[in-house]
């Protein structure tokens, strides 16, 4: 499918709009109220450090709501505003943040259903509006919304469709796209219904392994099973990666995106030499600012004298989890929680989720005598929803000593 072609076509119809309804500065200024946070303001300008008897909490100096997330969300409430009486639909949650979603859904805006990852949209019906989210949606689906005569409100991220420009280049070029993400996630599912052969890795691991096929130390069949549900259809690993360009999920760990880009840059090297590496390998990091930025000021936090870290986001978030897994790295005691509800006031518990693990309850969460919290929270989520996880944990220091 020329999917660049299906864009212009898409782009040009009077049923399709990426650019919202208000302006800028009103969106800003209707989202402060909802979402920011007075107490996480002053915390700001007190140089990102709160203390409260026993307690002091130390934030990231960058974290929350990033402007790609804040873009979609007012793009989303504006929609209802400017059809108050029309069917609205998201084809998936707008943002990774329970607390946004749910505020959605009192709006009456509605989600597509998904069973086993396949989405019915058998409800949605010709002048209905659908919203697609920041992290954009596949080819497939916005070709089906457009024939059944919806009106397509798209929020998706610039820079999440900056990666697709990229992909569409791989396959333009005749380049296999290897794509550094979650291959079950929203974001790397439409990025690979933009590209044409492309082949998903989840981390260095997995780079490593086809970086030995491609130097002739793996085995085809064992490749095929492994990369069964991450490949495009057809893909054949001895034909499809003498040509390659990297491209990746916005929101991945960007130390590992640059490793991997580095690693096929010099596999190919290797195999080709320097007067041909032009013509097998495409770098492009197409990490976002936001999530550098935030990936940065955890690097900056984990080397504060922590006791423990609380890490605020939704739990299917990846950016998020990327923050965790900076915690974890340094073996500092962190908690990866998706709302505030989350710490128990009354017997000073937590319910978070481990790295990969399930839901778990710890009991004596905040310990006795003075303690250190470092705190950050992923692009989805919104200042109030910090504010409270810190008086949560002011409430607890005060019950306990
Ligand atoms: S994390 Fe980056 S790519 Fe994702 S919405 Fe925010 S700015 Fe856009």
């Known amino acids: 499918m020329d999917t660049q072609a299906f864009k212009r076509s898409l782009h040009h119809s009077d049923r399709y709009n990426r650019r919202g309804f208000g302006s ?37 100096q960058a974290f929350g709501f990033c402007w790609g997330v804040e873009r979609a969300v007012a793009m989303a409430y504006e929609t209802r505003r400017h059809y108050p009486n029309e069917n609205i639909w998201i084809t998936n949650e707008i943002i990774h943040n329970p607390s946004v979603n749910d505020h959605l859904r009192n709006m009456n805006v509605r ?37 059944r005569g919806c009106h397509i409100i798209d929020t998706t991220c610039p820079w999440v469709s900056k990666v697709w420009h990229t992909v569409e280049k791989h396959k333009k070029h005749t380049f296999t796209s290897i794509i550094h993400g979650k291959v079950k996630h929203e974001e790397t599912l439409a990025t690979s219904s933009f590209a044409g052969t492309y082949l998903v890795v989840l981390d260095l691991e997995e780079a490593q392994y086809v970086s030995n096929y491609i130097i002739g130390k793996g085995n085809r069949n064992e490749f095929l099973k ?49 007067a041909e590496l032009s013509e097998h390998f495409l770098a492009f990091n197409t990490i976002c600012d936001a999530t550098e930025e935030r990936q940065d000021a955890m690097f900056s936090l984990v080397d504060e004298p922590l006791d423990m870290l609380v890490v605020i ?89």
Do not use: C, W
């Open 111 to 147: 989600f597509i259903s998904a069973e086993n990852g396949i989405k019915d949209f058998s409800d949605v019906g010709e002048g209905d509006v659908v919203i697609l989210p920041a992290f954009g949606a596949t080819v497939q689906e916005m070709q089906l919304l457009h024939e």
């Open 313 to 401: 986001g939704g739990f299917n978030s990846s950016n998020t989890t990327h923050l965790q897994e900076i915690a974890i790295s340094r073996g500092i005691r962190s908690f990866h929680i998706d709302t505030p509800e989350r710490i128990g006031e009354v017997d000073n518990s937590i319910t978070h989720k481990p790295l990969g693990e399930d839901l778990l309850t710890e009991k004596n969460f905040l310990p006795n005598g003075k303690i250190s919290v470092g705190i950050t929270s992923g692009a989805s989520t919104p200042d109030r929803v910090v504010e409270h996880v810190i008086r949560k944990l002011m409430g607890l220091s005060q019950q306990t000593d």
């Open 226 to 274: 492994r990369f069964a549900k991450a490949f495009s259809p057809g893909f054949d690993p001895d034909r499809d990666l003498q040509r390659i360009g990297v491209a990746n999920q916005t929101t991945m760990l960007k130390s590992e995106t640059e490793e991997i880009g580095r690693l096929f840059e010099i596999t190919m090297l290797e195999k080709y030499g320097p």
């Open 24 to 60: 800028p500065t009103k969106r800003a200024q209707a989202l402060e109220k909802a979402y920011q946070s007075s107490l996480i303001t002053s915390i700001r300008d007190n140089g990102y450090l709160l203390e409260h008897g026993r307690l002091r909490v130390k934030l990231a």
